[in-house]
């Protein structure tokens, strides 16, 4: 309810300090498309009485202005005194235009008994991804069902984001009771098909409510339409609701913000604690390099503390001059997190663009970015069964169980444990976009089983003996471009002068190491995969390697790239027009494609990306084959 404190007019600093140390509920509202979740949190405010008087006049103007004839309006039902409380939380002109909520918006409001931060998250499945945004924060999430309606496909998605996210608590509100004549029996009817979905999924504590956001009722105040209905309102169940702080209560973790260096006097290491607690003369271990050292100062806002807890932002000092970095994490040495390369994990996909397998992307995990690559989706779950089906990729709002390989290993810890040091997004490397969020489970065990074994003849000794500078010669192109004609020329000039070559050409390999392979996306990416692992072993060992591959997607190519050092890699882009390529058709392939006999063809069916800053632009309908190929070779052979 809203503040009745007589501490308000007799000591307000009095007052102040009691709100101050009230507990703070972070939850969110989620559902279907026009379940009412706006209208709940904005008629929640209003029955509270936390609502300003200048917000309220232009909430009726706004009413007025989205509805002339309906409700809020001057010709509705309810003139001027019927307020469109959804708009309280649709801000942006598109939500108010199209009357659906798009992206998350958060209000703080408090009560004499707790302090609240409510999440308004989109139902529409397009916004799925800002629906998790919300969720990631919440420690309770408030599901709206239409009584009308009953469970639809996005109830049952948002409550299985809501436990993949670790949520426990939940309210089930069955809201729009008014328009089903406040039935209790189809009250019972949603209760026990979502306890059904609840126990499901592992969410354990469920809540019920019969609701109607639009009249108030079991908001903040019994309903006159159920009084069938014996416990709490909804107000009163988040405010007496008990979650527990485990953050506080598990073991030290401080992932590494930024290295703090004002003068040479000090280094510290920021970043804001995601469990346990730190205190001066702790002895910390630094991971992934499991360096280990003491606490010499804590360092709070306001200077030096003995200690700090889970949610503060600190700076520390340690005893001895040891490496840290940025994405480290400093955790309590007598119970250290793990550090692995290769995790099982949840995915929920959110990229437009369907998640391949074997296709780099950059995953943040703490403050740690790095390079990641999905190596297997072992199943994608069915959202309305929890049934585990096949998959050779994820689309848009899908969940799937995957393997994942980093380029370097991270500690982590397992969602469930720890949300900080469990939960990672996915990034595309081009866009920026965040495409997916992870939820680790465990480490795969070859990642704990498998060492590097140090060898004593390295490229270096095995170069110098062949008198040349090993390369990666990768030439992409449409087919019939011209790619293997070339690197065929280059290969035959390379060896007459004494060169140690060899030529990867895209058929060939699918006759041998590449032979289960088809030519779906998915099987592309896997193609080039595994050839650029083989080009890179021989670089290792020393040779010229000429690569001819179509290879149409630059994450792929980039990713082939990313596997040798600086200067090995040589792009080299045969850039013919495709009516040329047509023109030629050596193998009669356009025509096959032209005609539908031939499927996922790159130029015609199938995209082919434009190297953007290639290391040769070759444009073979301007040169001569001898001149280009000696452009080639003069790469190949410059010192470096």
């Known amino acids: 309810m809203a503040h009745k404190s007589d501490l308000i007019a007799e000591d307000i600093e009095k007052y102040l ?61 309810g003139g001027e005194e019927e307020l469109n409380l959804a708009l309280l939380m649709d801000g942006l002109a598109a939500e108010r235009e199209q009357g659906i909520t798009i992206d998350v918006a958060y209000r703080f409001f408090s009560t004499d008994r707790r302090k609240f931060i409510v999440a308004d998250t989109p139902g529409h499945e397009q916004y799925t991804r800002n629906m998790a945004t919300g969720a990631s924060t919440a420690q309770l ?46 009250f019972a009817e949603i209760v026990a098909a979502y306890r059904d979905l609840a126990a499901l999924l592992g969410i354990a504590e469920v809540t019920a409510i019969p609701l109607s956001a639009l009249r108030g009722d079991n908001l903040t105040a019994r309903g006159e339409g159920t009084p069938w209905y014996d416990g709490p309102t909804l107000l009163e169940h988040l405010e007496s609701v008990a979650i527990a702080d485990s953050v506080r209560e598990g073991p030290f ?40 050292s003491r606490v010499a100062r804590v360092l709070g806002p306001n200077g030096d503390v003995d200690s700090a807890v889970a949610g503060e932002a600190v700076t520390l000092t340690l005893a001895d001059e040891i490496d840290v970095s940025r994405g480290d994490v400093l955790a309590a040495a007598s119970a250290p997190p793990e550090v692995a ?37 072992k199943h994608r779950v069915d959202v309305n069964t929890q049934e585990h089906l096949a998959a050779k990729r994820l689309a848009l709002n899908e969940v799937g169980v995957c393997n994942l390989s980093l380029d370097q290993p991270v500690a982590f810890e397992s969602y469930a444990r720890c949300r900080e040091l469990g939960g990672c997004i996915l ?81 060939n390999v699918r006759h041998g190491l590449n032979r289960d392979l088809g030519f779906t996306a998915e099987d592309r990416v896997e193609n080039i995969r595994r050839v650029a692992e083989v080009a890179r072993l021989m670089v290792d060992a020393g040779l010229i390697v000429l ?21 090995e890699f040589v792009e080299v882009f045969v850039d013919t027009p495709l009516e040329l390529c047509e023109q030629r058709d050596p193998k009669g392939l356009y025509r096959k494609a032209r005609s539908g006999e031939i499927r996922n063809f790159t130029g015609i069916d199938s995209p082919y990306e434009v190297p953007e800053a290639p290391e040769l632009h070759l444009r073979t309908a301007e040169a001569a084959v001898d001149d280009l190929a000696g452009e080639v070779i003069a790469a190949a052979t410059r010192a470096g």
Not at 22 to 47: A, H, N, P, Q, W
Not at 274 to 292: D, F, I, M, T, Y
Not at 453 to 460: G, I, M, N
């Open 17 to 77: 300090l009691s709100h101050q140390h009230k507990s703070l509920l972070r939850f969110m509202t989620c559902g279907s498309v026009d379940d009412g979740k706006s209208t709940l949190i904005g008629r929640l405010l209003y029955e509270s009485k936390l609502i300003f008087a200048d917000h309220l006049t232009a909430l009726s103007a706004d009413s007025r202005k989205a509805n002339p004839g309906g409700p809020g309006g001057p010709g509705g039902p």
């Open 341 to 377: 390369d290769q995790f099982a994990c949840h995915l929920l996909w959110l990229g437009e663009q369907p998640l391949l397998p074997g296709r780099p992307y950059w995953l943040k995990l703490g403050t740690r970015t790095v390079v990641a690559t999905v190596t297997e989706i």
């Open 253 to 292: 973790r401080l992932p590494v913000q930024w290295v703090n260096r004002p003068d040479q006097n000090f280094r510290g290491f920021a970043g804001t604690l995601a469990q346990g607690r730190v205190r001066v003369g702790e002895e910390v271990v630094v991971l992934p390099s499991a360096r280990r």
């Open 141 to 186: 999430a408030v599901v709206l069902v239409d009584a009308r309606k009953g469970l639809l496909t996005q109830t049952r998605r948002h409550s299985y984001i809501v436990a993949l996210l670790g949520i426990r608590h939940v309210v089930l509100a069955v809201n729009k009771m008014d328009l089903v004549d406040y039935s209790q029996a189809r």
């Open 547 to 567: 690569v001819s591959f179509i290879s149409p997607f630059r994450s792929e190519r980039r990713l082939a790239r990313d596997l040798f050092a600086p200067g």
């Open 427 to 507: 990034i595309d490397r081009q866009s920026h976009a965040t495409v997916g969020a992870g939820f680790l489970d465990f480490a795969l065990r070859r990642a704990q089983n498998i060492h590097w074994q140090h060898l004593d003849v390295d490229r270096q000794a095995r170069a110098l003996i062949k008198g040349q500078t090993p390369r990666c010669l990768w030439f992409t192109g449409l087919s019939g471009s011209g790619k293997s004609t070339i690197a065929n020329q280059v290969e035959r000039r390379l060896l007459a002068s004494g060169y140690h070559t060899y030529l990867l050409d895209g058929d």
